[in-house]
Each structure stands twice: as C-alpha cells, then as structure tokens.
C-alpha cells in the first residue's frame, strides 16, 4: 500500500512551522515529557495516566517497526526554528480490515496553536496522495470538543458514537468516530496530481542519494 520511501527512516515531511519525522530512540525522554502530562493523557484513548517508565521507549520501538512494514505512518512533530523542540506525535496507522486510522497528541503547552492541525493535515495530505485509500477514520473521546474542532477544520464528519478500545484505560468506552473520505478531502483540497499541500516530501539528500546509488 506505501511506497519504498515511506517506509525507510529518511522519510520526513516538513509544514511552516515542523519537521515531521519517524521517531528515534533520543525522542523518548521528550515523548515522556509531555505523555505523562494528566491533562494529555485524559485527551487520548492510548495514553495512561500515571505514565509508566519505559513507555516512550517501548512506543519508539514500535512505532518504527510499525513504519518499517508499512503497518502505520507514525512520525514526531519538532519546531523546525530553534530550539528544535519535540512537541507531539500523529500517526495513520492501517489496520487489517478497516479503514486507516488517524491519531495524535500533542505536548498542552503548545495547545491552541494550530500545531496538531498542521500536522496532521500534513500527513493525511501525503497518505491520500501516495496511496488509494478511500477514507480516514479518527476517533475521538466524546468530551475533547478541540480535538474534534481540529478533525472538522481538517474536513472530517461525524458519523457515529460507539464503544471502543481505550488501551490507555485498560477497558472500552464510547468514542466518537469522524471520517473523511477521498472525494471530500479532494473537493476541499483541491490538489492537482503531484502536490501535497502545506507539506514536502524531504527525505535527507546525503542518506536518499545513497539509497538511489545501492537500487
């Protein structure tokens, strides 16, 4: 379903304001950082409150060899101004059977900024244009109404409230569920064939040029 290049590590997207990138095992003391914040955790589904140690070592292990087999997108937000400060995480992983499924987290002390907007825009921009999904899904707890104005401004609709998996609470729970599909994000995009807007494609020139030389 992905191309080659997303599923090495020199696969980076950059925005105004981020790098967007796959996670490195120096991440885990920032991913911690701002995990372990109550005020994030209550926001997500996945992240438990109190966060275990070794938990941000344990998601950058999976999380790149999620990435490596093509199972997900999962890439770290960092300031591309100095100090080039990790602030968050966005991921579309693919599930068998189902449709990709976005989701993100985001240190509170840039909340209210646009960060998680830009960032996952960026990448659900480049999932539509490097493969043929037909939709993206995203769920959302039923009282985060800023993620959900993030995912509307995004051009998702609700569909549904339903129970789902909350491994972050060790039990299920009611989630509401938005999906954009391709149809919508091309009318609301309006992108011709070979751009991906608000985002470039930036694999690292010295490491790509290598890679082209061993092919």
Not at 34 to 56: D, L, N, Q, S, W
Not at 125 to 144: C, E, W
Request: charged fraction near 25%.
């Amino acid at each position: 379903m992905l191309p080659d290049i997303a599923l090495d590590d020199i696969f980076q997207l950059e925005t105004s304001r981020l790098w967007l990138r796959w996670p490195r095992a120096s991440d885990a003391a920032a991913i911690a950082r701002f995990a372990a914040k109550k005020e994030v955790a209550e926001t997500t589904a996945a992240i438990p409150h109190p966060y275990p140690a070794g938990a941000a070592e344990e998601f950058v292990l999976h999380a790149r060899q999620r990435n490596a087999i093509g199972q997900s997108i999962e890439l770290v937000a960092v300031l591309n101004r100095s100090p080039r400060q990790l602030i968050g995480t966005v991921a579309i992983r693919f599930p068998e059977g189902g449709l990709p499924l976005l989701g993100y987290a985001f240190d509170s002390t840039f909340w209210r900024q646009g960060f998680a907007t830009e960032a996952a825009g960026a990448l659900i921009d480049t999932v539509f244009m490097l493969t043929d999904i037909p939709a993206i899904a995203a769920h959302v707890m039923p009282d985060n109404r800023a993620s959900a104005r993030v995912l509307e401004k995004l051009g998702f609709s609700w569909r549904r409230r339903a129970l789902s998996d909350q491994p972050g609470r060790c039990s299920n729970g009611p989630m509401d569920r938005f999906e954009l599909d391709r149809a919508e994000w091309y009318a609301q995009r309006g992108f011709g064939a070979t751009t991906v807007s608000g985002a470039s494609i930036l694999p690292e020139p010295a490491a790509w040029s290598e890679k082209r030389a061993e092919a």
